[in-house]
Nanobody
Protein backbone atom coordinates (compact mmCIF):
# COMPACT_ATOMS: atom_id res chain seq x y z
CA UNK A 1 0.00 0.00 0.00
CA UNK A 2 1.24 3.50 -0.81
CA UNK A 3 1.17 6.15 1.90
CA UNK A 4 1.58 9.88 1.45
CA UNK A 5 2.69 11.92 4.43
CA UNK A 6 2.53 15.70 4.40
CA UNK A 7 4.43 18.05 6.67
CA UNK A 8 5.06 21.76 7.08
CA UNK A 9 1.67 23.27 7.77
CA UNK A 10 0.91 25.77 10.51
CA UNK A 11 0.12 29.40 11.17
CA UNK A 12 1.61 32.28 9.21
CA UNK A 13 0.83 35.96 8.78
CA UNK A 14 -0.45 37.35 5.52
CA UNK A 15 2.41 38.11 3.19
CA UNK A 16 4.55 35.38 4.69
CA UNK A 17 5.85 32.13 3.28
CA UNK A 18 5.45 28.47 4.08
CA UNK A 19 6.85 25.25 2.65
CA UNK A 20 4.90 22.01 2.50
CA UNK A 21 6.49 18.63 1.86
CA UNK A 22 5.01 15.28 0.92
CA UNK A 23 6.73 11.93 0.78
CA UNK A 24 5.37 8.71 -0.66
CA UNK A 25 6.27 5.43 1.01
CA UNK A 26 5.19 1.85 0.92
CA UNK A 27 5.36 -0.67 -1.88
CA UNK A 28 7.48 0.07 -4.90
CA UNK A 29 5.91 3.15 -6.34
CA UNK A 30 6.87 5.31 -9.25
CA UNK A 31 4.75 8.39 -9.51
CA UNK A 32 3.60 9.67 -12.87
CA UNK A 33 2.30 12.80 -11.20
CA UNK A 34 2.10 14.35 -7.76
CA UNK A 35 -0.10 17.24 -6.81
CA UNK A 36 -1.45 19.47 -4.09
CA UNK A 37 -5.10 20.17 -3.48
CA UNK A 38 -6.68 22.20 -0.70
CA UNK A 39 -9.99 22.41 1.07
CA UNK A 40 -10.99 25.62 2.79
CA UNK A 41 -13.88 26.07 5.21
CA UNK A 42 -17.18 25.34 3.54
CA UNK A 43 -15.79 24.72 0.07
CA UNK A 44 -14.95 21.68 -1.99
CA UNK A 45 -11.44 20.39 -2.33
CA UNK A 46 -9.74 22.30 -5.14
CA UNK A 47 -6.67 21.89 -7.27
CA UNK A 48 -3.57 23.90 -6.37
CA UNK A 49 -0.60 22.57 -8.33
CA UNK A 50 0.67 19.42 -10.02
CA UNK A 51 3.90 18.12 -11.46
CA UNK A 52 4.88 15.22 -13.70
CA UNK A 53 8.60 14.81 -14.10
CA UNK A 54 8.38 12.12 -16.77
CA UNK A 55 5.96 14.11 -18.88
CA UNK A 56 7.56 17.49 -18.18
CA UNK A 57 4.24 18.99 -17.12
CA UNK A 58 3.56 21.52 -14.37
CA UNK A 59 0.23 23.19 -13.69
CA UNK A 60 -1.00 25.79 -11.23
CA UNK A 61 -4.40 27.07 -10.29
CA UNK A 62 -4.87 30.67 -11.38
CA UNK A 63 -5.33 31.73 -7.77
CA UNK A 64 -1.79 30.67 -6.83
CA UNK A 65 0.11 31.27 -10.05
CA UNK A 66 3.14 33.46 -9.45
CA UNK A 67 3.03 32.87 -5.69
CA UNK A 68 3.34 29.11 -5.28
CA UNK A 69 5.99 26.81 -6.73
CA UNK A 70 5.77 23.02 -6.96
CA UNK A 71 8.94 20.96 -7.13
CA UNK A 72 10.37 17.73 -5.83
CA UNK A 73 12.41 14.64 -6.45
CA UNK A 74 10.93 12.04 -8.76
CA UNK A 75 13.36 9.33 -7.71
CA UNK A 76 12.37 9.81 -4.08
CA UNK A 77 8.67 10.36 -4.78
CA UNK A 78 8.67 13.60 -2.85
CA UNK A 79 6.96 16.83 -3.74
CA UNK A 80 7.29 20.28 -2.23
CA UNK A 81 4.97 23.26 -2.37
CA UNK A 82 6.68 26.56 -1.69
CA UNK A 83 4.04 29.14 -0.87
CA UNK A 84 4.95 32.83 -0.90
CA UNK A 85 2.95 36.01 -0.41
CA UNK A 86 0.29 34.07 1.43
CA UNK A 87 -3.19 35.50 1.76
CA UNK A 88 -5.97 34.78 4.26
CA UNK A 89 -7.91 33.09 1.46
CA UNK A 90 -5.12 30.51 1.20
CA UNK A 91 -6.24 29.16 4.57
CA UNK A 92 -7.15 25.51 4.06
CA UNK A 93 -6.17 21.94 4.70
CA UNK A 94 -3.63 21.04 2.05
CA UNK A 95 -3.59 17.51 0.65
CA UNK A 96 -0.90 15.74 -1.28
CA UNK A 97 -2.01 13.40 -4.07
CA UNK A 98 -0.22 10.99 -6.37
CA UNK A 99 -0.84 8.72 -9.32
CA UNK A 100 1.34 6.13 -11.03
CA UNK A 101 -0.68 6.16 -14.24
CA UNK A 102 -0.88 8.71 -17.00
CA UNK A 103 -3.32 11.50 -16.23
CA UNK A 104 -5.28 13.49 -18.75
CA UNK A 105 -5.47 16.85 -17.04
CA UNK A 106 -3.64 16.32 -13.72
CA UNK A 107 -6.02 18.88 -12.26
CA UNK A 108 -9.02 16.90 -11.03
CA UNK A 109 -9.42 14.91 -7.83
CA UNK A 110 -10.74 11.79 -9.50
CA UNK A 111 -7.51 11.33 -11.46
CA UNK A 112 -5.45 10.62 -8.34
CA UNK A 113 -5.25 7.24 -6.64
CA UNK A 114 -3.44 8.10 -3.43
CA UNK A 115 -4.00 10.86 -0.91
CA UNK A 116 -2.35 12.11 2.24
CA UNK A 117 -4.17 12.95 5.44
CA UNK A 118 -3.78 16.67 4.95
CA UNK A 119 -1.90 19.40 6.75
CA UNK A 120 -3.62 22.61 7.89
CA UNK A 121 -2.41 26.01 6.80
CA UNK A 122 -3.79 29.12 8.48
CA UNK A 123 -2.98 32.58 7.17
CA UNK A 124 -3.84 35.37 9.56
CA UNK A 125 -4.64 38.88 8.37
Amino acid sequence: QVQLVESGGGLVQAGGSMRLSCAASGRTFSAYAMAWFRQGPGIEREFVAAISWSAGRIYYADSVKGRFTISGDNAKNTVILQMNTLRPEDTAVYYCAASHTHLATMRTRREYDYWGQGTPVTVSS
